[in-house]
T-cell receptor, first 113, second 116 residues
Framework: SQQGEEDPQALSIQEGENATMNCSYKTSINNLQWYRQNSGRGLVHLILIRSNEREKHSGRLRVTLDTSKKSSSLLITASRAADTASYFCATAGLGGGSYIPTFGRGTSLIVHP | NAGVTQTPKFQVLKTGQSMTLQCAQDMNHEYMSWYRQDPGMGLRLIHYSVGAGITDQGEVPNGYNVSRSTTEDFPLRLLSAAPSQTSVYFC???????????????FGNGTRLTVT
């Protein structure tokens, strides 16, 4: 069963706008990862944030993690048409096989030129 | 550096047929896994391996077998295909073998399987 759940399921914006996607999860985690999937392709890793971190940046991407609320957000600033893709969060727990990333259902982002 | 290579890209099977989906990685990753992706369901873990000779079941293992005889290869076998196994299958690998050493997954480009 999915650990993380992304919100919204779909997001449509204009080029240049910011896009924010959220991920909520249920149990304690060791780390949370965000991935991008372009149509017909495999997933590509974007950012990994550990449970003791609150914020990470990578280029136009900003990820926050609030372990007290069991939630994370992915912000894409100044979006481009090439950012059109599905975005997934994956959570990894503690102990046993729970370190294996568990994926949510994803947010489908469309950026209109 | 090829990364994770999956073959074939597309496959059509009749119910009851068997086949093997191939996955190979050239990054010397200890961890390898198979996921299936269905519309509205996200990715679900089928089987995984933390090293040669070691495999374990994921969330949806029924109807699938795996083996890991080498570090590089992790084939997924469908012994008797069913229409419910129509899906896109992804192989992924990483250095991760424990939560303390979590590292990103590297994915192949998938195999689209249709079972009629």
């Amino acid at each position: 069963s999915q650990q993380g759940e992304e919100d919204p399921q779909a997001l449509s914006i204009q080029e240049g706008e910011n896009a924010t996607m959220n991920c909520s999860y249920k149990t304690s985690i060791n780390n949370l990862q965000w991935y991008r999937q372009n149509s017909g392709r495999g997933l590509v890793h974007l950012i990994l944030i550990r449970s003791n971190e609150r914020e990470k940046h990578s280029g136009r991407l900003r990820v926050t993690l609030d372990t007290s609320k069991k939630s994370s957000s992915l912000l894409i600033t100044a979006s481009r048409a090439a950012d059109t893709a599905s975005y997934f969060c994956a959570t990894a727990g503690l102990g046993g096989g729970s370190y294996i990333p568990t994926f949510g259902r994803g947010t489908s982002l469309i950026v209109h030129p | 550096n090829a990364g994770v290579t999956q073959t074939p890209k597309f496959q059509v099977l009749k119910t009851g047929q068997s086949m093997t989906l191939q996955c190979a990685q050239d990054m010397n990753h200890e961890y390898m896994s198979w996921y299936r992706q269905d519309p509205g369901m996200g990715l679900r873990l089928i089987h995984y391996s933390v090293g040669a000779g070691i495999t374990d079941q994921g969330e949806v293992p029924n109807g699938y077998n795996v083996s890991r005889s080498t570090t590089e290869d992790f084939p997924l076998r469908l012994l008797s295909a069913a229409p419910s196994q129509t899906s896109v299958y992804f192989c992924a690998s990483s250095h991760t073998r424990s939560p303390e050493a979590s590292s990103p997954l590297h994915f192949g480009n998938g195999t689209r399987l249709t079972v009629t």
